[in-house]
């Protein structure tokens, strides 16, 4: 091996122990102008601050609600399937249509799928103790739909299969909210109600389940009553929609291509969506709105770096003779220079890890209030210092660049 490759390693060693003390002090001298100068390193700092903290605040929120969307999805079951009827072009009374019975025989012909629960839909006055809740939507369904749904009744019981053309009910937990304050009375098992002008016996109340998109339908806000019920009430209405549930080792794609296939035999055009394709869709859209606001915190922190230049740049006028003077005893334009840029970068670290405090306190906060999980996002902290960084040096470098300019004997003149 030549000599001059032997010694390479130690030429780079032995330059960087010659060049560590003058980064010492420089960092020493950085250090004591920003503490013998409090109000313009306040001021500096403060612009720093509040962008870094704007942007992991707005970050870390972000991913906490992209989190808490998918927790919520999850809650719903990865192997549920949803089936809606599609619309025809040309409307035809030949038109086919989705059968209880079609949806009954599903998991027998689609080996992908383990239960199907159809669902049906209607909207009319739904009215208690004489007066109209502000609930309207009534749903058919079989005794199917409670499990794959996660609809677990707090009082009474859910509908069953054997419930044909009986005139019973189930109440959402909204429904039933209205209903207790109406009457000042929690025990509504037994109650009856009228929906669009026929009467129902309640027979359960549900627990509060929770908005979610994935649902065709909100049980939280709907009479539930059986289907067989439903469809002689409502003579012409049509299943709008079948919640099915996957096999557990069942590939979601092959399923939902099962399912349209087994339709699409019946006659029956059919949209199947199942819960990884909305979760997939929803983690793109927080992604974009999570990287909208990262962009709208950057311009925070851009307008605080500019800020900081603002300082450094007065910094450097109020300064010309300290400069003079250090030239006149030696001092290079570099080492002029990289003590400014010194001091520009320290005031962005310690804006930074203010900036980061403050970022990671404020989700924490919305986190608790609204009853999310918070998860410390590395990311957005190491982002935020990052970024703190970048916009020290870049906006550093102007003020350190005039500073080095400076021509020592009209800076040692200057008053």
Known sequence: ????????????????????????????EAVTS????????????????????SVTAMVSVGVAARAEARERFKDLGTQTLVVRKRGSAVPSAAAKVIHAEDVA????????????????????????????????????????????????????????DLDVHRPFCVLGWQVAQEMSERRGRHDLVGEVVSLAGRLYTVVGVLGRRGDSSLLPFRADE??????S???????????????????????????IAEVQRYF?????????????????????????????????????????GASAMNVMLTSVTERRREVGIRRALGARRGE???????????????????????????????CLYAGWAFALSPVAMVLGLGVASAVGVFFGAYPASRAAALDPIAALRAD
């Open 264 to 304: 699409q035999g019946l006659g029956v055009r059919v949209r199947v969506s199942g819960a990884e394709q909305l979760v997939d869709a929803l983690q793109h859209q927080m992604r974009l709105f999570t990287l909208l606001l990262a962009a709208v915190g950057g311009i925070s922190l851009v307008v605080g």
């Open 229 to 255: 019920t439903a469809q002689r009430a409502f003579v012409g209405t049509e299943i709008q929609a079948v919640v099915a549930q996957m096999a557990p080792d069942a590939d979601p794609d092959a399923a």
């Open 34 to 53: 920003l503490r013998l100068n409090p109000q313009r390193t306040s001021l500096a700092v403060l612009g720093i601050v509040l962008g870094v903290a």
């Open 336 to 366: 002029i220079r990289n003590q400014f840029l010194t001091e520009a970068v320290a005031l962005a670290l310690i804006g930074g890890v203010i900036g980061i405090a403050i970022g990671v306190a404020v989700p924490l906060g919305i």
């Open 222 to 227: 709907s009479v539930l009553v059986p289907l």
């Open 105 to 160: 025989l599903l998991p027998g012909r689609a080996a992908t799928i383990e239960v199907a629960a159809p669902v049906l839909q209607v909207f009319g006055n739904v009215t208690y103790a004489g007066r109209a809740l502000e609930s309207n939507a009534m749903l058919g369904v079989t005794e199917a739909f409670a499990a794959l749904n996660k609809l677990a009744p707090r009082a009474g019981r859910f509908l069953s």
């Open 1 to 28: 091996m030549p000599v001059a490759l032997r010694l390479l390693p130690f030429r780079r060693v032995a330059a960087a122990i010659a060049t560590a003390p003058i980064v010492r002090a420089n960092v020493r």
